[in-house]
Nanobody, 129 residues
Framework: QLQLVESGGDLVQPGGSLRLSCAASGFTLNYYAIGWFRQVPGKEREGVSCISSSGGSTKYADSVKGRFTISRDNRENAVYLQMDSLKPEDTAIYYC??????????????????????WGQGTQVTVSS
């Protein structure tokens, strides 16, 4: 069974940090671009960041630039989202998604949910004092 599983969500104070993980089972992530999205109730799913299959190309939403860092370890079959200087407006369910793709995908499809083939179930991030 092909699955993506997110972990690392938690309750954290403003200014704090979290690292989210996206692990794959049933397939290797080596050939897939990975995107991170987030969603709050009543709003559309928002693209946060993505990384190409090789890890050589990344993209970030303006709202998280300079605070979030996406990375991948293909040996571990996992992708990570390091989130620093967290703000209350970062509160959401965070999802990872996979699609075959490299540099071109990151440039053109990164923040388009319909471009992705597999999705995880999400992990809750709450930023509150």
């Amino acid at each position: 069974q092909l699955q993506l599983v997110e972990s690392g969500g938690d309750l954290v104070q403003p200014g704090g940090s979290l690292r989210l993980s996206c692990a794959a089972s049933g397939f290797t992530l080596n050939y897939y671009a990975i995107g991170w999205f987030r969603q709050v109730p009543g709003k559309e799913r928002e693209g946060v960041s993505c990384i190409s299959s090789s890890g050589g190309s990344t993209k970030y939403a303006d709202s998280v630039k300079g605070r979030f860092t996406i990375s991948r370890d293909n040996r571990e079959n996992a992708v990570y989202l390091q989130m620093d200087s967290l703000k209350p407006e970062d509160t959401a369910i965070y999802y990872c998604a996979a699609a075959p793709g490299g540099f071109s995908f990151v440039q053109n499809m990164c923040f388009r949910p319909r471009g992705y083939n597999f999705w995880g179930q999400g992990t809750q991030v709450t930023v509150s004092s």
